[in-house]
């Protein structure tokens, strides 16, 4: 992360304050664009016996530690703030205010400043303060109602409807809408984006088709929520699956073709829906026949809308994916390459996630921080700098000390040393 990010969003300053999936998310979409990330993690997640880092929703950015209880560490913050474009938070309503970094703050000293706020509920309403997750924003949001078989409890999307793309999603198409107005406005604002607006946003064309009659049946009884037999899966004969979409006439043709189906005697009309448990039965036998590689070589050359049904740790072997260069490799890590795609300046995953810290006094440097009121900040504890990110000359000596430090479990300057746990502001 030496070398000036390529993409779009280049020379964009973003400063992330850590938090909890759908705000890394959108910082994520943010850096893979080519902005210039900055992480402050919490000063309790340093860890010096932990080098690397795991969290993929870190990539591409690098991580100043410090402890927002402290006086200086939000202090810090808002001189951050002060020099860059767009600043996300993902505290519940009021804490950010509380700690000193709220929009009123930051933006007294940066009124181009966008503040980007990510809440499960929002900033405001009678479930603003109260604790959730991505499968009760769902549920209110009344998404959730929709999913899963007629007979069984409705199933959640694991965490992606709410938490990534009514959540982190939304609020980076609500920080790059602030930012467009900006260039006319010259002023900042602050983004509200809630997880439960966003899952209910997602859902817009559903009450279209309910007012229009298209949406009539229960949870598993139309047409794009496994209801119809030709918009679902099927097992195959080694226990895998294949997703079926032939909606149209002439992708169920070819969908009946490739089955054998075509022309088969009383073999249920597409639409009769009286008939679709039986016409469910004929084609789950058909698809139980062969395995599901047969099957995807079957359609793979067809308008049929039939697909294999993989799991992400095997999407990257696909052919599309792979001749799409969907997937990518950073830090020894398979992962989602950077998307969407740009004709002149193209985003990248700009490099592995950071450990809290890391980069704590190279970050300063060049913020606009200088040398002596870093080495205060260090020594108040106000930012941490966690070894792997110390100049080579101080990491020898690092190295050197580990014994005595840990005898005592006291760094080099006499300080008790910072060890990862909880802790919520």
């Known amino acids: 992360m030496t070398a000036p990010a390529a993409g779009p969003l280049a020379g964009l300053r973003v400063l992330e304050i850590a938090s909890m999936a759908p705000a890394p998310f959108a910082c994520t979409l943010l850096a893979d664009l080519g902005a210039e990330v900055l992480r402050v993690d919490r000063a309790a997640d340093v860890d010096p016996a932990v080098s690397t880092s795991a969290d993929l929703l870190a990539r591409g950015r690098r991580s100043l530690a410090a402890d927002l209880k402290h006086p200086d560490g939000a202090a810090l913050v808002r001189r951050l703030a002060a020099r860059a474009d767009v600043l996300v938070e993902g505290f519940r309503p009021g804490v950010a205010e509380r700690l000193g970094i709220g929009p009123e703050d930051c933006r007294a000293a940066n009124p181009r400043l966008v503040y980007g706020r990510m809440t499960g509920w929002g900033q405001h309403g009678p479930l603003a303060p109260r604790a959730g997750h991505d499968i009760t924003y769902l549920a209110v949001s009344g998404a959730l109602g929709l999913m899963g078989p007629p007979d069984r409890p409705p199933v959640p999307p694991v965490n992606l409807v709410a938490d990534f793309g009514g959540g982190g999603m939304l609020l980076a198409v609500g920080i790059l809408a602030a930012l467009y107005e900006r260039e006319r406005s010259g002023r900042g604002q602050v983004v509200d984006a809630a997880m439960v607006d966003g899952a209910a946003l997602l859902t817009t064309a559903l009450h279209g088709l309910h007012a229009a009659g298209g949406w009539a049946g229960g949870r598993g009884e139309n047409l794009l929520d496994g209801g119809a037999p030709f918009y679902r899966t099927y097992e195959t004969a080694d226990g895998g699956y294949m997703a079926v979409g032939a909606l149209e006439e002439r992708f169920y043709d070819q969908l009946l073709t490739g089955l054998g189906l075509r022309g088969e005697p009383d073999l249920p009309a597409q639409y009769d829906r009286e008939r679709w448990p039986e016409l469910e039965q004929r084609l789950a036998r058909a698809f139980g026949t062969r395995t599901r ?61 950071p450990v809290p810290g890391q980069h704590s006094r190279a970050a300063l440097a060049d913020w606009g921080v200088d040398e002596d009121e870093s080495a205060r900040l260090l020594a108040a504890s106000a930012v941490v700098q966690h070894p792997a990110g110390q100049p080579r000359k101080d990491r020898a000596c690092d190295d050197r000390s580990r014994d005595d430090r840990s005898r005592d479990d006291r760094d080099r300057d006499g300080r008790p040393r910072i060890r990862a746990k909880e802790h919520t502001p």
């Not at 294999?308 to 696909?318: I, N, Q």
């Not at 599309?320 to 985003?347: D, I, K, L, S, Y």
């Open 293 to 353: 590689a047969e099957w995807t070589a079957v359609f793979a050359s067809t308008d049929a809308c039939v697909a294999p049904v993989l799991s992400p740790w095997e999407a990257d072997r696909h052919p599309h994916n792979a001749a799409r260069a969907a997937f990518t490799e950073t830090g020894g890590v398979r992962q989602p390459a950077a998307a969407p795609r740009f004709g002149r300046t193209p985003g990248a995953v700009q490099g592995p996630p």
